[in-house]
């Protein structure tokens, strides 16, 4: 009990804080306070230093200098992570645009460019059923003779003549290479000033719009009856995977990106089932 009076008398009570003059022993006042009031500026004191030592650990300079948490080495292994998974999504992507690359210049048709994952429920197909319905089969049977005595509009398709398509220039310029199996130059260089346009030659879909060192900026059109068209060393593309473009429609612009481009030019390959074709055959630059 006496210390609790002891304690509140401090709070309540006035102090003086004064100094003396060592000539003529004057007291002099400085402040004058009450109790409660150090108390005061203590605590304000502490919790400012408390605050600014909080941030500066947290994050400042001195965050370095702390020992690492579990939670920040889980953290990181958990970036790790998705970073590595993140990474072999990509390549996975990369293997299945070489192999498709790799069929439509062995003359196989390639309508479109999908990536489903191995675990992806979204893309079930092992509980669909095939089987066919009545209704159907009376479907089938009403188109079919419907048909019967129809011409298609394809009857020409096993044929696949090249001559019955007509070509858009691809690029005003001027030719400077000319096709040549036995250089194995498998296209033809024309010259034109930088930015030109280039266009597609035919109405297609885009099989591949990508940059790589050789041939730098490079697009790869399908068309029907398995024509492929290719484009390279663009300043840039306008065009990505699995567009569909018309004929005559801007796919890029000209430049000299790659390796092997010596100047502003487009280098332009005609394919038909997996064999090159000489453009100059049909199409008039």
Same mark, same amino acid.
């Given at each position: 009990?006496?210390?609790?009076?002891?304690?509140?008398?401090?709070?309540?009570?006035?102090?003086?804080?004064?100094?003396?003059?060592?000539?003529?022993?004057?007291?002099?006042?400085?402040?004058?306070?009450?109790?409660?009031?150090?108390?005061?500026?203590?605590?304000?004191?502490?919790?400012?230093?408390? +605050?600014?030592?909080?941030?500066?650990?947290?994050?400042?300079?001195?965050?370095?200098?702390?020992?690492?948490?579990?939670?920040?080495?889980?953290?990181?292994?958990?970036?790790?992570?998705?970073?590595?998974?993140?990474?072999?999504?990509?390549?996975?992507?990369?293997?299945?645009?070489?192999?498709?690359?790799?069929?439509?210049?062995?003359?196989?048709?390639? /309508?479109?460019?999908?990536?489903?994952?191995?675990? /992806?429920? *979204?893309?079930?197909?092992?509980?669909?059923?095939? *089987?066919?319905?009545?209704?159907?089969?009376?479907?089938?049977? *009403?188109?079919?003779?419907?048909?019967?005595?129809?011409?298609?509009?394809?009857?020409?398709?096993?044929?696949?003549?090249?001559?019955?398509?007509?070509?858009?220039?691809?690029?005003?310029?001027?030719?400077?290479?000319?096709?040549?199996?036995?250089?194995?130059?498998?296209?033809? /260089? +024309?010259?034109?000033?930088?930015?030109?346009?280039?266009?597609?030659?035919?109405?297609?879909?885009?099989?591949?719009? /990508?940059?790589?060192? *050789?041939?730098?900026?490079?697009?790869?059109?399908?068309?029907?009856?398995?024509?492929?068209?290719?484009?390279?060393?663009?300043?840039?593309?306008?065009?990505?995977?699995?567009?569909?473009?018309?004929?005559?429609?801007?796919?890029?612009?000209?430049?000299?990106?790659?390796?092997?481009?010596?100047?502003?030019?487009?280098?332009?390959?005609?394919?038909?089932?997996?064999?090159? +074709?000489?453009?100059?055959?049909?199409?008039?630059?």
């Amino acid at each position: 009990m006496k210390y609790l009076n002891s304690l509140s008398r401090f709070f309540v009570g006035s102090y003086k804080l004064s100094s003396t003059d060592p000539s003529n022993l004057e007291d002099k006042k400085v402040v004058v306070f009450k109790g409660y009031k150090v108390f005061f500026y203590f605590f304000f004191i502490f919790f400012a230093i408390a +605050i600014i030592v909080f941030f500066l650990t947290a994050y400042g300079p001195l965050n370095g200098f702390l020992p690492e948490t579990n939670n920040n080495k889980k953290r990181e292994v958990i970036d790790l992570i998705v970073q590595i998974d993140s990474l072999e999504k990509k390549l996975l992507l990369n293997n299945q645009y070489i192999n498709m690359i790799g069929g439509v210049l062995r003359g196989e048709v390639v /309508d479109s460019f999908s990536y489903f994952e191995e675990n /992806d429920t *979204s893309f079930n197909f092992n509980n669909l059923d095939l *089987s066919i319905s009545k209704e159907d089969s009376i479907l089938r049977k *009403s188109v079919f003779e419907e048909d019967r005595y129809n011409i298609s509009v394809d009857y020409k398709k096993g044929r696949g003549v090249i001559q019955d398509f007509v070509f858009f220039n691809p690029v005003e310029g001027l030719v400077i290479n000319s096709f040549n199996l036995n250089e194995k130059h498998l296209g033809v /260089d +024309i010259a034109a000033h930088s930015g030109a346009s280039v266009k597609s030659c035919l109405d297609g879909v885009v099989v591949f719009a /990508d940059w790589s060192v *050789s041939n730098g900026n490079t697009i790869i059109i399908q068309h029907a009856e398995n024509i492929i068209s290719l484009y390279m060393h663009n300043e840039n593309i306008t065009k990505g995977n699995n567009d569909f473009v018309r004929a005559g429609e801007v796919i890029g612009f000209v430049g000299n990106s790659g390796e092997n481009s010596s100047g502003p030019h487009l280098h332009f390959e005609l394919w038909q089932s997996g064999v090159p +074709i000489n453009p100059l055959e049909y199409i008039n630059f």
